[in-house]
């Protein structure tokens, strides 16, 4: 939109990793060291691990490592952490492509033998197998436990899996419990990857416009000085903020971009107030205003007798009024208005006991997990907000930014840091369903429409047939499916299962999808 105003041949603060763009201070370099230490044999078959803030770019040095990967290594990267202990093996498996179906149904020690056996043929060829798990932080206590047991698996000289987790701060002090001791200290190296400093985002800054073809930089540098305020130095945020002062420029034909201006669009971005640092003028203006207000004290009391009292809730922004004591009941009538099949009374029956058992044709399921989960299933959905009083919310829209959420017919637009401050990971998902379960071995139409999703998914797509006959090579591919979604991998076509594959999505009487909702707004 605004490239060619600023003489650029591409955006160059979009929030989607790409390599070019890559800055890398002195901090984040040393902490690409540690990956690809653990990536060679110095790791001796103990965990590597690595720690930021969100958004200081731990998933963009994760690239960079996997690219500079040595030869004969083979990595399996757990994106999903949010499985049991069986699970994560087999998504383990399945990255590896070890062929563990012949263990179906049995206990998790044969696949954890498959693994055993995949690992020392590798090691026989003089292969090296490296195991990422991204969000680390998330992982139950029997998934950690299951990892430890992973650095077991060793020859009389070698551990066959080095194995590198990658999370937010909080994995620190998940690691400090005193029942993962044992884990904790199999760690050989370990960095926390800190946000920019002020000379760091000048500079990150100056990279990025170069990259994408600028001749001189639009930020004056205490428009710099204000990005790295307001992001504390969070490449995602300087991103974020950055792009948003250009299009405000841009709007308001300024070739150059002032600290004014950035505060500015850091306040549409949060969705708040940003308070201004005092200045002596304006401390001595505040004095001045302060003795005139005690000068008019008597006359202003004596106006603000004769008028009605000030309402607080009519400052409130209107998505704060929206969201604030929003009741269940509400937020179900709110979804009803959105899918043809629906009704507000069923959703609320099966909402009660949200594990997506279909009552009425309706099926509700209660999920935990981040704005990546919601978009992934790219439904409304309602949010549940930490109370008191707990409140739940329709949100139809959703952006790397913001959100969109309706109450009583109106949409709002919601910075997606205000919502965070509220949101606990909550959400439910609504959908119309019969509540059939298809088995392999059984034939109907739907399976071949379920199948023609599965041949459209962006990861890993069923390449086989399309008829509708629900054989066995279907029936695997639908359980590495299950595995990657973090559902039950039963290997049966059931309500959640048609839902993570996009079948109600797709049918008629849907709603928009979410990402079409923000931008339709």
Request: one cysteine or more; hydrophobic letters at 45%.
């Amino acid at each position: 939109m605004y490239e060619a105003f600023y003489q650029l041949t591409q955006r160059p603060f979009s929030i989607t990793p790409d390599p070019r763009f890559v800055y890398l201070t002195a901090r984040h370099q040393e902490a690409l060291a540690h990956l690809l230490y653990g990536f060679g044999s110095g790791g001796q078959g103990g965990f590597v691990q690595l720690t930021g803030e969100v958004g200081t770019g731990k998933t963009t040095l994760c690239r960079l490592a996997l690219e500079q990967a040595p030869d004969k290594t083979r990595v399996a990267l757990i994106l999903n952490p949010m499985l049991g202990p069986r699970e994560l093996l087999e998504a383990i498996c399945d990255e590896l492509q070890i062929d563990h179906q012949a263990q179906s149904g049995q206990g998790i020690l044969k696949i954890h033998g498959a693994l055993n056996r995949y690992l020392l043929e590798a090691h026989a060829r003089g292969e090296r197998v490296v195991l990422i798990i991204d969000e680390a932080q998330n992982l139950s206590r029997d998934a950690l436990e299951q990892v430890r047991l992973l650095t077991n698996l060793e020859t009389s000289t070698d551990k066959l899996l080095q194995i590198i987790l990658i999370g937010q701060p909080e994995l620190r002090d998940v690691l400090k419990r005193r029942h993962l001791r044992q884990l904790a200290q199999r760690i050989t190296a370990r960095y926390h990857l800190d946000a920019l400093t002020q000379d760091e985002t000048h500079h990150y800054i100056h990279h990025r416009l170069r990259v994408a073809g600028a001749e001189h930089c639009p930020f004056s540098d205490a428009a710099i000085d204000a990005i790295h305020a307001q992001s504390g130095g969070v490449p995602r945020l300087i991103n974020i903020i950055a792009d948003r002062a250009l299009l405000a420029g841009y709007s308001m034909d300024q070739t150059s971009i002032d600290a004014p201006l950035v505060l500015q669009a850091a306040e549409e971005v949060a969705g708040e107030h940003i308070e201004q640092k005092a200045s002596p003028l304006r401390g001595a203006l505040a004095v001045g205003s302060v003795v005139l207000l005690m000068a008019l004290g008597l006359g202003l009391a004596g106006l603000m007798a004769r008028i009605d009292p000030f309402d607080a809730s009519s400052a409130q922004p209107m998505w704060q009024q929206a969201i604030e004591a929003a009741p269940a009941e509400q937020a179900w009538q709110e979804l009803a208005t959105l899918w043809a099949e629906l009704d507000a009374a069923s959703i609320d029956t099966a909402c009660d006991t949200p594990r997506a058992e279909v009552q009425n044709r309706t099926a509700c399921l209660l999920v935990e997990g981040d704005w990546s989960a919601v978009s992934a299933l790219n439904l409304p959905v309602v949010i549940q907000l930490t109370g008191p009083p707990m409140s739940h919310v329709l949100l139809v829209g959703l952006s790397d930014v913001e959100a969109i959420v309706q109450h009583r017919g109106q949409r709002h637009s919601v910075a997606l840091t205000r919502l965070d401050r509220l949101w606990a990971g909550r959400f439910f998902v609504v959908w119309p369903d019969d509540g059939s379960r298809l088995s392999p071995g059984e034939s109907d139409p739907i399976i071949s429409a379920v199948k023609g999703l599965a041949a459209a998914q962006s990861s890993q797509p069923w390449q086989g047939d399309l008829n509708d006959t629900f054989d066995a090579s279907f029936a695997q591919w639908l359980m590495a499916f299950q595995r990657r979604q973090g559902i039950a991998s039963d290997g049966i076509i059931g309500p959640v299962t048609r839902l993570h594959l996009g079948y109600p999505q797709a049918q008629r009487g849907a709603p928009d999808s979410i990402t079409q909702g923000t931008m339709e707004r």
